[in-house]
Every structure is written in C-alpha cells, then in structure tokens.
C-alpha cells in the first residue's frame, strides 16, 4: 500500500526552497493509495498553481490541503458536533 508516508518521506529527502512544479516534476507519478480509490502526487498538487515551498513541512501540508475527497472516510460524518438547528445535515447511518 503506497500511502502519504511514502510521498512526504521523498519530499524530507528533497532540497529546498522548491516550487510545487518541482516537486510534481520530480514525484508526481507517485501514486497514494487512499480510502476511497488512488491519486498520484501531481494530481493532488495540480490546484497549488506556482507556490513556493520553504521546506518538507511545507511540502507535506500542501499535500495534505490538496488530496481529493478520495482521502476522507464517509462524507458529512462528524462524531463530534450534531447538525445545527435548522439545518439539513446528512441522513443517519446505523452499522
């Protein structure tokens, strides 16, 4: 399984500052295996535009911020706060 580790332990291993098209140009058929299918790093990277990163804790965050909803668990699904009143929140799931 190729997950964001494999991804973000090329980009510690990078030197920076660096564009994200350098990093797209260099890691960006690397694919992650994710909850709901895969995507590469250049997909993911793609909407970052020409942004300059200053190191790896740049790299990783930008990635982090730009996976697809292929990343998250089940969509509208908090175990945290219940639906506003008087707002229209997801149906109720029972497992």
């Given at each position: 399984?190729r997950l964001f580790t494999d991804?973000?332990?090329?980009?510690?291993?990078?030197?920076?500052?660096?564009?994200?098209?350098?990093?797209?140009?260099?890691?960006?058929?690397?694919?992650?295996?994710?909850?709901?299918?895969?995507?590469?790093?250049?997909?993911?990277?793609?909407?970052?535009?020409?942004e300059t990163l200053r190191d790896a804790?740049?790299?990783?965050?930008?990635?982090?911020?730009?996976?697809?909803?292929?990343?998250?668990?089940?969509?509208?699904?908090?175990?945290?706060?219940?639906?506003?009143?008087?707002?229209?929140?997801?149906?109720?799931?029972?497992?």
């Open positions: 399984m991804a973000t332990e090329k980009f510690d291993a990078h030197t920076y500052p660096a564009t994200v098209e350098d990093l797209v140009e260099e890691y960006g058929d690397h694919e992650m295996d994710l909850p709901n299918g895969s995507e590469t790093v250049g997909e993911a990277l793609d909407s970052m535009g020409s804790e740049d790299a990783r965050l930008a990635l982090y911020s730009a996976v697809s909803s292929k990343a998250i668990g089940r969509k509208n699904y908090s175990d945290r706060d219940p639906t506003a009143i008087g707002e229209d929140g997801p149906d109720q799931l029972s497992f």
